[in-house]
């Protein structure tokens, strides 16, 4: 009788063993992007409010590219001397942080 559940015993800690240690397969990936929704511009078709803006902050900044998005938000590639970034304002020419 001892022995018939000392090996029901053993079985059950086997089965238990083996159920627990299953490998995963198929990991969940999550890929988040992020979309650039401007779209390149002429430099004429950029508000006065903007040109006028970058003259008074960076006098000797020049725009290489401009772009716009949906929601009337520019972005400016801009070089200052031998420096080059990008700027962001909005139609009226208030400088957004991105």
Excluded: H, Q, R
Aim: hydrophobic content about 40%; charged content about 25%; aromatic content about 8%.
């Amino acid at each position: 009788m001892k022995n018939l559940f000392l090996s029901a015993a053993i079985v059950l800690g086997g089965l238990t063993s083996f159920a627990s240690t299953s490998p995963i397969t198929n990991p969940i990936v999550k890929v988040v992007s992020v979309a650039d929704d401007y779209v390149e511009i002429k430099l004429e078709e950029l508000p006065a409010p903007i040109t006028e803006a970058l003259k008074k902050a960076y006098p000797d900044a020049v725009i290489t590219k401009a772009y716009k998005n949906e929601k009337s938000e520019y972005k400016l590639d801009v070089t200052v001397g031998d420096k080059v970034g990008n700027l962001y304002a909005n139609a009226d020419g208030t400088w957004i942080k991105k």
